[in-house]
């Protein structure tokens, strides 16, 4: 059980509330194209056909969790994140101990960032690691080669 008091989440900026208002338009007007297609039913059908079918209805169910998400937070009525995570969307920028420096973005699924390369989930060795951390911390987790130390520059949250 979370111990953090439910509430509302922050207020959305000017830019980040017309952001999501363009999202949920474009993804309304998917919205009905996948119902308009699923629902076209035309006498032959074989394996590629319901394939199809099967390939929209996920899209359908994607793309209406998304309105759903997007509706919630442009209402309002977010809950806090949870403590022992980041939220989605946060942007995180580490210098590892060879020099380099990363900014990363924290997602649930690493394939729907605009760049997977860049991208870090919440329940990931980093992603865990930088829970409570701030700019100039030093945080160590455990990657597939063993122990990594890195500093962080700087986390915004969405």
């Known amino acids: 059980m979370n111990d953090q008091p439910s509430g509302r989440g922050?207020?959305?900026?000017?830019?980040?509330?017309r952001r999501l208002e363009q999202e949920l338009a474009e993804l309304s007007s998917?919205?009905?194209?996948?119902?308009?297609?699923?629902?076209e039913n035309d006498?032959?059908?074989d394996y590629g056909d319901q394939a199809q079918r099967l390939e929209r209805v996920d899209d359908l169910g994607r793309v209406t969790d998304r309105i759903r998400e997007i509706t919630e937070v442009l209402?309002?009525?977010?809950?806090?994140?949870a403590a022992n995570a980041l939220p989605d969307g946060t942007e995180v920028t580490v210098r590892f101990g060879d020099g380099t420096t990363?900014?990363?973005l924290v997602v649930a699924i690493p394939e729907?960032?605009?760049?997977?390369?860049?991208?870090?989930?919440?329940?990931?060795?980093?992603g865990r690691a930088l829970v409570g951390a701030r700019a100039g911390n030093r945080i160590t987790y455990r990657g597939p080669d063993g122990e990594i130390a890195a500093e962080v520059v700087a986390i915004r949250l969405p």
Not at 30 to 39: Q, W, Y
Not at 75 to 81: K, Y
């Open 10 to 17: 922050p207020r959305l900026t000017a830019e980040i509330q």
């Open 30 to 39: 998917r919205r009905h194209e996948l119902v308009e297609a699923i629902g």
């Open 43 to 45: 006498a032959v059908e």
């Open 75 to 81: 209402a309002g009525r977010t809950e806090r994140p």
């Open 102 to 104: 990363t900014t990363m």
């Open 112 to 126: 729907e960032a605009p760049d997977p390369t860049q991208a870090v989930t919440r329940d990931s060795p980093l």
